[in-house]
Structures are given as structure tokens and as C-alpha cells.
């Protein structure tokens, strides 16, 4: 039996803009934004969720707090390549977060690198072949990174490691981004007030990011596009940051929660039809200390969370593995 169509209306819109920022909201609190009662958003969140516009809740965890120095993003010709042929040989030396297929045959893969190994990447890009790079940016990555709307985070140079207690209660969330407190307190055996505190600091430090993923393919009455935008320089990033919030903060749905170079920043916007894209696109363009932007009309995106419970296991078993050790001389002399 074939899905249920569902053509969005400016309510389902507002709803999905709300959860791309932070999918955590209550329904009550959508609800006082948007003036609907607490079930009739629950009710629009279900339909969207059966009818699959909102494909996945996702949460993002920056891959600084997991010991990764190099963000990467690659844009992709494919031609006649194999799609997983081409992440299995990205993964060589990194790990792939997110990929999205694009119309054209273009694709976008964001990509978290451990210093060091940097340069393999470069000789990777003729293995991809047929596939061809049309453009990479790379830079280091830092806790400040694109999700900060219009100012430099007050916690950019700060560096948060996460604790053991941190990285349960992560783990615990990546498999239902949305669970609650009380669940989450369960599940990991930590008190609710511990995890609220904690999960409350992980999003303030930049550590943490809640969106949803909405399949293009479902999102009737709507497309959805995103920007690349390069800046001349550093200097200027956010102040075309704030130009593109204030004159285009109707179609955004967020900014993506990947660590961009310092001088390029990354859009989802939802329009009505090309023309409103390709009209958003020439506005870009004309801002002063806009170097370059690229449109790509999304098709489908993918998130991967396997890397990341792969890193937090290994610092959870170097965690216990330290516990008997630092426990040892206590032991002894309460002998």
C-alpha cells in the first residue's frame, strides 16, 4: 500500500523548523511558539513522521570531542561511481558524518579526519575515480563550530572533554535523540538532574547538536536546497552570517551542524519552487565579501552514527580499564 501524500502547509513548516533546530523541543513548547495546543502538534509530528517527511531525528556530535582535528567536506561528480564504493574509500581516512545526494548527480560528503592524516586524503581523490572532486574544503576543527547563528561562540576557544558520564548519556541518545529525561536517567543509571545538567552543558559548549533530516522526496509543496557559501576571508564570515539570517530567516531551516573551513559556511533552506532558490542564490551572491556560492537541490541525505559509538566505546573501555588501576592502592590499605 502506497504512503499517504502529505502537502505541507505554513503549520508544518514552522514545526519543522522548530525540531531542525533543536529536536528536543517539547510539543508544548512548539505549541506556544506557533499558538497550537501541546496534541495537535503531536498530531502533525506523527503525520509528518507516517508520511515520511521526517525521515530522522538525529543528534550530531561534534567530532572535536572525539578526538578528531580535520573537518572535511567534498563535493562530488559521481558519473558512473558506486555511492558506497566511494564512502568505504573516504572512510580510509576518516570517517564520513553526513552525505547528501543531490539532482545532477552531485554529491556531498561531510568528512571528520584525526590529524595527521590529512594528506591521505589528497592521494585518496584519484582512487575515487570515476567519480570526480569538483571542490574540498578542509580546515581544523574546533568547538565553535557553523551551528553559532550571527556571533563567534563565547565558548570558542573553550575545550570541553567529555567525562565518562557524558559519553553514556550521548551513546544513550543517538539511538532516540528525542528519549526522555527520566529514560535517559534509567537507562544509563545516572539521576535525571545529572543528565539534565550535563546534556544542558554538551549543547552550551557546542559539544551537541539535535536536528531532524526531512526526505526531499516527501516535502510536497516544497524544495529543499542548500547553500555553500565562501567568504573572502574570516573577518567577514559573520557578518554574512547575519545578512543571510536577517533577509532570508523565512526559508532557512538551519544551519548545518558541520565544523566548516573559517570561511565557509553551509545553509538547508526549504523554497516553493526553483525560481525562489535561484533567486535566493543571486541575492547571496551579490553580498559584499561573497567570494563563491553553490546551490545543490537536495534528493536525499544520509547521517551516519556508527564512527561515533565506535569512539565513544573505545573511551568508555579506556575509562573502565583505568577504574581497577586508580582503585588498586585504596583497595590495599583497606586490607
Not at 29 to 47: E, F, L, P, Q, Y
Not at 104 to 130: M, Q, W, Y
Not at 197 to 218: A, E, Q, S
Not at 295 to 310: A, K, N, P
Request: charged residues 25%.
Amino acid at each position: 500500500m502506497q504512503a499517504q501524500r502529505l502537502f505541507l502547509d505554513e503549520k508544518d513548516l514552522r514545526i519543522i523548523k522548530i525540531l531542525s533546530k533543536d529536536c528536543r523541543e517539547s510539543f508544548m513548547s512548539i505549541g506556544s511558539a506557533i499558538g497550537m495546543t501541546s496534541k495537535s502538534v503531536k498530531a502533525r509530528v506523527d503525520r509528518m513522521i507516517s508520511t515520511g517527511v521526517i525521515e530522522k531525528f538525529v543528534l550530531k556530535v561534534n567530532p572535536v570531542a572525539l578526538g578528531y582535528g580535520i573537518g572535511c567536506m567534498l563535493i562530488v561528480r559521481e558519473h558512473t561511481a558506486n555511492i558506497e564504493d566511494i564512502i568505504n574509500r573516504l572512510n580510509l581516512v576518516g570517517d564520513v558524518s553526513i552525505h547528501s545526494k543531490c539532482m545532477g548527480g552531485i554529491s556531498t560528503f561531510c568528512l571528520a579526519i584525526k590529524e595527521g592524516h590529512e594528506d591521505k586524503l589528497r592521494l585518496l581523490l584519484d582512487s575515487l575515480k570515476p567519480a570526480s572532486v569538483r571542490i574540498m574544503f578542509t580546515s581544523k576543527l574546533s568547538h565553535s563550530s557553523s551551528t553559532t547563528p550571527t556571533l563567534p561562540s563565547s565558548n570558542a576557544s573553550k575545550k570541553h572533554e567529555p567525562t565518562e558520564t557524558d559519553l553514556r548519556i550521548i551513546k544513550c541518545l543517538i539511538s532516540n535523540p528525542r528519549m526522555e529525561m527520566n529514560d535517559i536517567a534509567r537507562e544509563t543509571s545516572i539521576s535525571a538532574r545529572t543528565v539534565n545538567r550535563r546534556l544542558t552543558k554538551l549543547k552550551d559548549d557546542n559539544v551537541l547538536k539535535f536536528f531532524i533530516l526531512c526526505n526531499p522526496v516527501h516535502t510536497i509543496g516544497y524544495i529543499q536546497f542548500a547553500l555553500i557559501v565562501n567568504t573572502l576571508d574570516r573577518s567577514s564570515y559573520h557578518q554574512i552570517v547575519g545578512r543571510i539570517y536577517e533577509q532570508l530567516g523565512e526559508n532557512i531551516l538551519f544551519q548545518l551542524p558541520v565544523t566548516d573551513p573559517d570561511n565557509v559556511v553551509t545553509f538547508l533552506l526549504f523554497g516553493q519552487d526553483i525560481f525562489a532558490a535561484d533567486g535566493i542564490l543571486k541575492k547571496v551572491e551579490s553580498f559584499d565579501s561573497v567570494k563563491r556560492v553553490e546551490l545543490f537541490v537536495l534528493t536525499d541525505t544520509t547521517s551516519y552514527d556508527e564512527w561515533v559509538l565506535r569512539e565513544i566505546d573505545k573511551k568508555l573501555n579506556i575509562a573502565s580499564a583505568r577504574r581497577p588501576e586508580e582503585l588498586g592502592p585504596l583497595l590495599e590499605i583497606s586490607a
